[in-house]
């Protein structure tokens, strides 16, 4: 084979493995789907989370917190009391002929706000259960999100892995056909065969990992096994990042930070629901008595109230008192760390940006070219063997860094969201191609 045609062929190969969408290759799917694959994008997998086992049971914590605030709120039931006195005694007092039967409700009335205070403080538990539910939710959907880009980059290293093959394959055969010419030592050959057993084991490999990672996926709606056969989506786009300054404006939807802002008011109206306990209650009674002496009937009418001489909940609002200052330490130390993992994520994001960009834009090309120069120069006897050799595992080097650039990438980008509370990350800025 002419060496121009030895080179169409492996551009015409390159093209096939990594150009055409990962969805064109049967090497992914199950045995007997080849003609049918079934494919999942982002958005399909964002949808199915929401059908996650563990997602609706966090929501039925909102509905019992409801519950709760609408029990909170009641008036407490009056009492009703029927007495009989002055009966089974002796003389006069025998039988029932002297008998007094009352009969009286009564009603306790809280006074200090304590009902206004419970459904303040129920209000606010809603409030964190529903912050809670927000956070399980964003994670649940972040972790989707990085499952799917992990699947992404597995059917990546998958089809590299195929296309790693197929250079190896070239380049033993090359090395075959010189050795038999009598050109090159033998020992070349056998170099070259370790080369090409080396990348078809790191192709086996990828096929376990590319199982594994799909099966993940599926997991967490709560799928047995997956439903699909490849994913599809962007793998390979960079966006720029967002300013310091943009992330420091969207940092406050953050729902930790939200959850502390919660919880904090939830220690005060609790701090209220305390000093409201120190104010007695009083219980008023009204009810109509009945003498049997005389078959007259008379209202009663009472007020009962507990003096507070000893107890005036006093321990119980100094613990709440302390209760909301050990809050916003508390409160002030997670937006400090929170900060801080901003700034930590935000600078990773920096990093992996500018790496996968460089990968993209520079040592892959070049890596590529060194390559073919290599393989061209050696089938032309210009380069040694070793020359092609390690020209050939820089690139499958590069290769595996490539892949791993844009993992560490969509990590890092994924993470920042996390810590901003928004999907702004997501939004197309800036893309990045080779041609750029």
Request: proline content about 4%; cysteine-free; hydrophobic content about 40%.
């Amino acid at each position: 084979m002419h060496r121009y045609e030895r080179q169409l062929v492996a551009v015409g190969l390159f093209f096939i493995l990594t150009v055409l969408p990962v969805a064109t290759f049967a090497e992914n799917m199950p045995p007997g789907e080849e003609n049918s694959p079934k494919v999942l994008s982002l958005q399909d997998a964002i949808t199915r989370i929401k059908e996650s086992p563990s997602l609706k049971a966090a929501a039925q914590y909102v509905d019992i917190q409801d519950g709760l605030v609408e029990q909170a709120g009641l008036l407490p039931n009056p009492d009703i009391a029927f007495e009989v006195e002055n009966f089974g005694g002796k003389d006069e007092l025998d039988g029932f002929e002297s008998a007094e039967a009352t009969l009286a409700v009564s009603q306790l009335l809280e006074l200090g706000g304590k009902r206004s205070a419970r459904s303040n403080i129920a209000t606010y538990e809603k409030s964190l259960v529903e912050n809670d539910f927000q956070i399980e939710s964003q994670g649940l959907l972040l972790e989707t999100m990085e499952a799917f880009y992990a699947l992404l980059a597995a059917q990546e290293r998958f089809n590299q892995a195929k296309q790693l093959i197929g250079l190896a394959e070239q380049s033993y055969k090359t090395v075959a056909d010189r050795v038999e010419a009598g050109k090159v030592s033998p020992i070349q050959e056998l170099q070259a065969r370790v080369e090409l057993n080396l990348v078809r084991n790191a192709w086996e490999a990828s096929q376990r990992q590319l199982v594994q990672a799909r099966q993940y996926l599926s997991s967490l709606w709560g799928a047995p096994k997956p439903d699909f056969d490849v994913v599809v989506g962007d793998f390979e786009d960079l966006h720029e990042p967002p300013t310091w300054e943009e992330l420091q404006v969207l940092f406050p939807d953050n729902p930790e930070l939200k959850r502390w802002d919660t919880e904090l008011a939830s220690k005060k109206a609790n701090l209220e629901l305390e000093r409201a306990n120190g104010v007695s209650d009083l219980t008023l009674s009204f009810g109509v008595r009945n003498y049997q002496e005389t078959d007259d009937y008379a209202f009663v009418a009472g007020i009962e109230f507990p003096l507070p001489l000893f107890d005036r909940n006093q321990g119980s609002k100094k613990a709440a008192q302390s209760e909301v200052y050990q809050s916003t330490y508390q409160r002030d130390a997670a937006v400090a760390k929170l900060e801080s993992n901003l700034q930590s994520a935000y600078q990773e994001l920096l990093s992996t940006f500018h790496q996968a960009r460089t990968i993209k834009q520079d040592i892959m090309p070049a890596a590529e070219n060194a390559n073919e120069a290599a393989q061209t120069g050696y089938q032309e006897g210009k380069f040694d063997f070793l020359v092609a050799l390690d020209a050939q595992r820089t690139l499958f080097e590069v290769k595996g860094q490539y892949i791993d650039a844009f993992s560490s990438y969509h990590e890092a980008r994924l993470n920042v969201m996390k810590l901003v509370g928004s999907t702004i990350l997501n939004q197309p800025s800036a893309r990045i191609t080779n041609a750029d």
